[in-house]
């Protein structure tokens, strides 16, 4: 039997949909109960980019900046990754789309490679038979628009407001209105984007229009049956952030403990200590979270060749104890690697392991 799925909750296992940009092929899409148990993979690549205007020359930027071209995921090893969260017992896959899908009515954001609406219909087919419900993201930071191209830098205009209305809607259709979906928004600062990535086009949106473009996309996700799934960066400098954002968006809490700190909000003394912190005050607050860790190393961590691989256990170990379950929905596992080669797939493969591992799975 089939049954629909509120975007505010509900206790459904299967749904089917049709899309009527993809001709209304019905399709079988998988809806996870229980505690959330998430792993992020990479399909697009471009939300670390630069992008230059057409008539200027994109092959001169060098480095990560270099938008890619051609779509780096390979099929083979995405296919060994969603086999082992089968195997390990993950029941949700959240896909940073970026470049990596056609959408319908900007479909000159596909690069070579980039799946059609058909084929990710397909995988998520596939993907409900292994028990893994498929949730689609897209980054509207400012800081991780590359895939955008040229519309990156037309930033709150009306053209704008539109370009996000259309790829938010191309999405809900293809993946047949699922219930999240995860809007990024982390980072947006000038100087990251200057510093860390070497952007030619810096822009960041300051004070109440950051307030007003955020919530722009969180409604729009909801009138397409979706509910916004963001990261909480802007809480950790902005405490005005917890009154105006809504109760209704699912909070990606995350802490990778680059600076080695701890998990002790008491004896954590690093730079880290407003994201650590930021657990409790959307607990207190009375937000739905889900909590994210990874395997990927920040600089610290690095300077110790210490690694990262305690970091999951460690937050799943926190959460447990310190957060309600009224607020605590799950765990996330980001390991920042895309199956674009061996190594990554290895990176992705030990933080499938280590989430399921911390889970009790």
Not at 181 to 207: C, N, P, T, W
Not at 275 to 286: M, P, Q, S
Not at 307 to 330: H, N, Y
């Amino acid at each position: 039997m089939t049954t629909r799925r509120d975007f505010l909750g509900g206790a459904v296992a299967f749904a089917a949909a049709g899309c009527a940009s993809t001709g209304g092929r019905p399709f079988a899409r998988h809806v996870a109960t229980g505690e959330i148990k998430a792993f992020l993979l990479h399909l697009g690549h471009n939300m670390w980019c630069d992008y230059l205007p057409d008539d200027m020359d994109n092959e001169k930027i060098l480095g990560r900046d270099k938008p890619d071209t051609v779509l780096r995921n390979k099929t083979p090893l995405w296919n060994r990754a969603v086999a082992r969260m089968a195997e390990r017992k993950l029941t949700m896959l959240v896909v940073d789309l970026g470049e990596g899908l056609v959408y319908p009515s900007h479909p000159e954001l596909a690069i070579e490679g980039s799946w059609t609406p058909e084929q990710m219909r397909d995988e998520i087919t596939r993907l409900a038979g292994m028990g893994i419900e498929v949730i689609p993201k897209l980054n509207f930071s400012a800081t991780h628009n590359g895939w955008m191209k040229q519309w990156h830098n037309r930033l709150s205009t009306r053209e704008y407001y539109g370009f996000c209305e259309d790829v938010i809607r191309d999405v809900a259709e293809i993946f047949g209105t699922p219930r999240f979906m995860h809007i990024g928004y982390d980072e947006e600062y000038a100087a990251h984007q200057e510093k860390f990535h070497g952007h030619r086009f810096v822009a960041a949106r300051l004070k109440e229009l950051w307030a007003h473009d955020f919530l722009h996309i969180v409604r729009t996700c909801e009138k397409n049956g979706m509910r916004a799934w963001a990261w909480n960066d802007y809480g950790w400098d902005h405490p005005e952030f917890y009154d105006f954002c809504p109760k209704s968006v699912l909070m990606c809490s995350w802490f990778y403990d680059e600076a080695y700190g701890g998990f002790d909000v008491n004896t954590n003394k690093t730079k880290d200590l407003p994201t650590l912190k930021a657990f409790y005050e959307l607990d207190r607050r009375g937000f739905e979270q889900v909590a994210c860790g990874s395997n990927w190393s920040g600089w610290r961590r690095r300077q110790l060749k210490c690694g990262a691989d305690d970091v999951i256990g460690k937050l799943v170990k926190m959460c447990r104890k310190d957060l309600s379950t009224k607020s605590l929905k799950g765990f996330m596992m980001a390991p920042w690697a895309s199956c674009d080669t061996e190594e990554n797939l290895q990176k992705n493969l030990k933080g499938i392991d280590l989430l399921a591992d911390a889970l009790g799975g």
